[in-house]
């Protein structure tokens, strides 16, 4: 589908309904703008969207009409003339770091880590008064 630019015209006499209008067709996907004129009652609406479904949802509101339905073409880009690329100076590659060439592999961040090994620890609990559910 392509953009289209449509003019609708509406009965609008109240601000509540001229809210209503706007929220209903924003919430319409492929809407790109929305243009209302106050004093004509106009609203301009662009994007790929389906004409026929916005004028029978407006009409649960106010009165609306089609005025005029023209498809929008984007603006041809003139294309711009390629720049030279300076030479780049040649690269020079150090010695790369490599972690985990093995993912079994040891590596020092884990002696760091927040738990630490447990040898050989017992931890005896001796309260006179432990709690046991039967």
Sequence with gaps: MTAQKSVLQLSVHEERI??????????????????????????TVVGEVDVPIIIKKLRK??????????????????????????????????????????????????ANSYYQPCDNYRVVVEEPNTCVVM
Excluded at 21 to 41: L, N, R, Y
């Design 61 to 110: 509101i106010c009165n609306a009409e089609l005025v005029t339905v023209e498809v929008v073409k984007a603006p041809e880009k003139k294309p711009e003339p390629e720049k030279p690329t300076p030479d780049k100076p040649a690269e020079m590659v150090a010695f790369p770091v490599m972690h985990f060439n093995n993912p079994y592999q040891y590596h020092s961040s884990y």
């Design 18 to 43: 001229r809210k209503k209008v706007w929220a209903t067709v924003s919430k319409f996907s492929g809407v790109t703008s929305i243009v209302m004129d106050d004093k004509t009652g106009k609203m």
